[in-house]
């Protein structure tokens, strides 16, 4: 049977500002990636989305940004290698104080925007993320673009790592995503992205702009739910999984 994990990024809200549909998305996906404070969250949304998650039964991660709250974490920053690794080792942290209050356990680490995409193609960033993560737990599950640097740079330190694919997002014949600059990097029609994904699931293929076919490994699935019709998608992507008989389950009870 094919097996998929649905994660989506949560804990965005920060003091007065409210951000996402948390409790909502939250009902649907297998696995929640928390903001640790640095590009969203804050203490408080922090405690709160952890007792969430767990009182939905949903497998929890950290979701560790660069320190640039006015960016959201999407803007390249220049930093050194270990200041890299410390970043990861210090919003891990962070979370895991949150989860342990509750009496939860930490599956993963995925990085947020442009750490994550840093990593994807860059051998030294990719290390220093994946060092972090094994020095503070080599048990945590590393989440990065599928077929990416991330995840090469993963498995030779001996990490479990997650494939991730994106349900709303274009391809690059090279499998990196399509820069939201570009027009058609984001994919608005429902049908079109859940047919992508659960051919990305049963084929290992997905169709990049330029029209060619490439390979992906899809674990885990992004899903986005910042609004009622991103919510709405969440609900359809899981049940057209479903009824492909493909069994959606937090990525920890399958990636070993």
């Known amino acids: 049977m094919y097996k998929i994990d649905l994660n989506s990024d949560i804990g965005e809200s920060f003091g007065n500002y409210m951000l996402g549909m948390d409790e ?20 408080t949304v922090m405690d709160k989305t952890a007792l969430m998650a767990k009182s939905l039964n949903t497998s929890i991660g950290a979701h560790p940004g660069f320190p640039d709250l006015m960016g959201f974490g999407r803007r390249e920053m220049k930093v050194g290698y270990e200041e890299a690794k410390n970043y990861i080792k210090y919003q891990i942290g962070a979370l895991w104080a949150f989860a342990r209050s509750h009496g939860v356990e930490l599956q993963h680490v995925k990085p947020h925007g442009a750490f994550y995409n840093m990593a994807a193609k860059d051998s030294r960033m990719a290390r220093a993320i994946a060092e972090a993560v094994y020095e503070v737990d080599k048990g945590l599950i590393l989440v990065g673009l599928a077929e ?3 995840i090469r740079t993963g498995k030779d330190i001996g990490l479990k790592v997650a494939n991730e694919v994106f349900a709303d997002r274009a391809y690059n014949p090279d499998g990196t995503l399509v820069s939201r600059n570009i027009n058609g990097a984001v994919i608005h029609d429902r049908d079109t992205a859940i047919n992508r994904v659960i051919r990305m699931v049963k084929e290992g293929k997905v169709t990049s702009v330029t029209g060619e076919d490439i390979n992906i490994q899809a674990d885990t699935i992004c899903v986005h739910g910042d609004n009622p019709s991103a919510v709405l998608f969440v609900q359809e992507i899981r049940k057209a999984l479903e009824k492909e008989n493909i069994k959606v389950e937090p990525m920890g009870s399958f990636i070993k």
């Open 24 to 43: 909502e998305v939250l009902k649907y996906v297998t696995s929640a990636n928390i903001a640790c404070g640095w590009h969203a969250g804050d203490a």
């Open 148 to 150: 990416s640097e991330m």
